[in-house]
């Protein structure tokens, strides 16, 4: 079952911070994010997994809450070079985990 | 490291016509995925594979056909194109099963059926 992002869209000028959430209807056992710029292929952010603490990349990070069976994204100080699209990608409990189910996705747009 | 390789990049089809795109990986990995992407849709699952010899639909497999002979490969048939099936596919491989692993993804091929 598809994952709900949100927001659909976000602007912000460089240097400001967003916050990108995803949720599920069913329990979860991981959340994987991506970015994918225009015309490109998506590329591996991060991966939470159950039981798994927050995690960091640079000046993004992710955080799991796995009761609410949601996860958000942290986009600090923003720059350039991360607009994109946004993917959220959910597992099922790792037995029958073999694939993810994407998110629409959300578009992040950092002008100067 | 080539990573994930799929071809062609573009293709334009007739209605009705049949294709094959490609995907090879050189990282050794047993999961293999379609996906297709539709704008604003996200990514759907056409159909995976475990490992050589075993494969299973996805979320929307109609229209498609997949075989795994070797670990390397993993081709997508298109038969009897149709105009729904105008999309971006991407081809991507995990070391261990989707839910667990980062998932390295193709460049993808733009399909266009006229």
């Known amino acids: 079952q598809q994952p709900v992002q949100s927001p659909q869209a976000v602007i912000l000028r460089e240097g400001e911070d967003a916050v990108i959430n995803c949720s599920s209807s069913?329990?979860?056992?991981?959340v994987h994010w991506y970015r994918q710029k225009h015309g490109e292929a998506p590329v591996f952010l991060m991966i939470?997994?159950?039981?798994?603490e927050q995690k960091g990349h640079e000046k993004i990070s992710a955080s799991f809450n796995e009761k609410k069976q949601q996860s958000s994204l942290y986009l600090t100080a923003s720059q350039l070079s991360y607009s994109g699209t946004y993917f959220c990608g959910t597992g099922a409990n790792s037995n029958s985990g073999y694939a993810l189910n994407f998110g629409k996705g959300t578009s992040l747009l950092v002008t100067p | 490291n080539a990573g994930v390789t799929q071809t062609p990049k573009f293709r334009i089809l007739k209605i009705g016509q049949s294709m094959t795109l490609q995907c090879a990986q050189d990282?050794?990995?047993?999961?293999m995925y379609w996906y297709r992407q539709d704008p604003g849709m996200g990514l759907k699952l056409i159909y995976y594979?475990?490992?050589?010899?075993?494969?299973d639909k996805g979320e929307v497999p109609n229209g498609y056909n997949v075989s795994r002979s070797t670990t390397e490969d993993f081709p997508l048939r298109l038969e009897l194109a149709a105009p729904s099936q105008t999309s971006v596919y991407f081809c991507?491989?995990?070391?261990?099963?989707?839910?667990?692993?980062?998932?390295?993804f193709g460049q993808g091929t733009r399909l266009t059926v006229v």
């Open positions: 991507a491989s995990s070391y261990a099963r989707g839910a667990n692993t980062e998932a390295f």
């Open positions: 939470l997994l159950k039981g798994g």
């Open positions: 594979s475990v490992g050589a010899g075993i494969t």
């Open positions: 990282m050794n990995h047993n999961y």
């Open positions: 069913k329990a979860l056992y991981s």
